[in-house]
């Protein structure tokens, strides 16, 4: 093999190296459409926070105690259906119309949920908005995914878990406020007044950046009707377990084997196939997804009542125990959006759900008298810093792996992915915890009930959530690989 001679060498012209990627999401061409888009990511998040305070006001007022968990279970049932609408929509006719059906659809389920007068339509209020926050945050997803270049994905991935900290932060004691001095309705009520913001600044340059089929010369595909009835059918099975895992009788089996068997072939049908083993790529990566907030979410939930019960902390102390958890999760999220950790994005993942699984493990500690209670704030934090980093990664890497004609369906699917893991670990935990005598959080009997819970309830919850973390760890591993995965 004969080898260059020096003036051989010097005769190849060096091609220069590549420039660096250039722009923000907030230059001139980014900066009403990022404004815009954030700011309907900011009045999600303040309706999470806010309204899950003024909730047990408006159920005793309603006199739906006994129906309450549906308030929950109905936006969650049909918040599934709108993201798999969402995704067959965006992938049709662009993301701006779901978006916009999307948004008022929240507004006027917020509206209807304020001023019912009895619990039933209190409920249909909250199913209306989980349909419009369905569609909204595929819709949101696929807009990203259009109109912004791959290196500044990050950064507004960033921004949308930025935009988390105020509510999580103020909404709370916001409404805690409004509930107290002006009543509950209110906060249903007022909410819907910042619609006209994001409408205002994210639907013109929507319109601009990302409006129409992906590919506009090809022609526009038909609806799947078969999505549609799966997406029924994953909002039904998803229903039906939450009801069922509601007590525990064994005539709750019924609804719960109605539900697997609606869940298992919708499953199989809207997520990309290979999902459950964790193949290599896009299925990994969903998975993942469900992984990781199916499990710190499940956790989450007890840990204020964990506080409560078992060391005799104040509800307010016991919340402004995950308070800091904000901050570090738009830290972590800021982290993946530095340029040089893109080289490295799956081993910070691997080193967020690291965080993830210790901060989980760590919380039951405090269930020994003899550990402060401050360890749970500790060790939350850093936990929050994990899941930062991951959830923001995992939209990444979506958008990465998925051509733009199907970046509605597989941003559905991530979504799919992360709701119905957060109901079924929700339903485990809870079953576990009512079984090693959790007792049951009512209205007015519910702290004695609970505060009779063994210790070894919390830990029932807390140690297969730390295991399932771990697990997620290892698929972790597994994020690069074949870009394209076939749902069937």
């Given amino acids: 093999m004969s080898v260059l001679e020096p003036r051989d060498a010097e005769s190849i012209a060096v ?12 230059d001139a061409a980014h900066r009403a459409l990022s404004v815009g888009i954030v700011s309907v990511v900011l009045l ?35 918040s599934l259906f709108g993201m798999v609408v969402a995704g ?50 595929v819709a949101l997803y696929v807009v990203v995914s259009r109109a912004y270049e791959e290196h500044l994905r990050p950064a507004i991935m960033a921004a949308f878990a930025a935009s988390w900290v105020v509510p999580s932060v103020v909404g709370p004691l916001a409404s805690g406020t409004i509930t107290e001095h002006l009543g509950w309705r209110w906060v249903f009520v007022g909410i819907p007044v910042l ?15 990302a409006s129409g089929p992906a590919d506009p010369e090809a022609p526009v595909a038909a609806w799947d009707r078969r999505r549609i009835l799966l997406a029924l059918a994953i909002s039904a099975g998803a229903g039906l377990l939450q009801y069922a895992g509601q ?21 199989r049908g809207l997520l990309p196939r290979g999902t459950v083993r964790a193949a290599r790529g896009l299925p990994s990566v969903i998975l993942l997804r469900g992984v990781a907030a199916g499990s710190f979410i499940a956790a989450e939930s007890f840990v204020p009542l964990m506080l409560v019960t078992q060391r005799g902390l104040s509800p307010t102390f016991a919340g402004l125990s995950l308070a800091m958890g904000g901050l570090t999760w738009a830290l972590g999220s800021w982290i993946q959006s530095r340029p040089w950790t893109e080289p490295y994005r799956e081993r910070l993942v691997v080193a967020g759900m690291g965080l993830v699984a210790l901060s989980i493990l760590t919380a039951p500690s405090v269930l020994i008298p003899a550990v402060p209670v401050w360890t749970v704030a500790v060790a939350w934090a850093f936990g929050c810093l994990g899941m930062g980093a991951v959830i923001a990664s995992t939209s990444v890497l979506l958008m990465k792996l998925s051509p733009p004609e199907e970046a509605g369906a597989n941003s559905a699917a991530l979504q799919i992915s992360d709701g119905l893991s957060n109901v079924l670990l929700l339903a485990a935990g809870g079953a576990a915890f009512a079984a090693l005598g959790g007792g049951t959080v ?22 297969p959530m730390a295991a399932v973390a771990a697990a997620g760890a290892w698929v972790a591993t597994r994020l690069h690989g074949p870009a394209a995965a076939k749902t069937g």
């Fill in 442 to 463: 009512g209205h007015e009997a519910g702290a004695a009930a609970a505060g009779s819970s063994h210790p070894s309830a919390f830990a029932a919850v807390f140690l």
């Fill in 195 to 209: 619609v006209v913001l994001p409408l205002v600044l994210a639907l013109p340059a929507i319109r601009r950046t």
């Fill in 44 to 78: 999600i998040a303040f309706e999470a926070t806010a309204v899950g305070t003024a909730m047990p006001v408006a159920a005793r007022e309603l006199d739906g105690i006994s129906v309450y968990a549906f308030a929950f279970s109905a936006y969650f049932t049909t």
């Fill in 247 to 267: 007590e525990l009788r064994w005539l709750s089996l019924l609804p719960a084997v109605a539900g697997a068997a609606l869940l298992v072939p919708a499953v």
């Fill in 15 to 26: 091609p220069p190296p590549p420039e660096p990627p250039r722009g923000s999401v907030m």
């Fill in 88 to 137: 067959q929509w965006s992938d049709r006719n662009g993301p701006l119309t779901p978006l916009t059906v999307g948004i008022s659809a929240f507004a006027v389920g917020l509206l209807l949920s304020g001023t019912a007068a009895s619990m039933w339509v209190f409920i249909l209020g909250r199913a209306v908005q989980g349909l419009g926050g369905g569609l909204v945050i």
